[in-house]
């Protein structure tokens, strides 16, 4: 931890909304983000990156739905708490929404 005097602020100002935003996590049951991803290819270690996707560890939800782009693909990821839902059914589900949203923006 910094000691500096003028970097004290900055600490007590990411610990206030740290818990701030843990307060708010606490008090939901679902969490939705959305974020625009890079537009160009990455890699790691020149190792090519496929796929992009990110998720808030550690949050108390019982289900996280996280939206990102990567190189002009959307990307979807959920995760649910074990037990939550019975994954079967969700995937059933959510197959079917997809199909529904890709035959409707068919072009005739």
């Known amino acids: 931890m910094c000691t500096d005097v003028h970097h004290t602020p900055l600490i007590a100002n ?3 909304t740290s818990k701030f935003i843990r307060n708010t996590l606490i008090n939901s049951s ?5 974020l625009v991803g890079p537009q160009e290819k990455m890699s790691l270690s ?3 990156v496929k796929g992009l996707y990110f998720f808030v560890v550690g949050s108390p939800q019982s289900a996280q739905v996280t939206v990102m782009s990567y190189v002009g693909m959307l990307r979807l990821g959920i995760e649910v708490e ?3 839902i019975n994954e079967y059914k969700f995937k059933s589900c959510i197959a079917n929404a997809f199909n529904m949203i890709s035959e409707a923006a068919a072009v005739p």
């Open 14 to 16: 990411a610990e206030v």
């Open 30 to 34: 679902i969490t939705i983000t959305n």
């Open 46 to 48: 020149d190792h090519p």
């Open 82 to 84: 074990k037990n939550f």
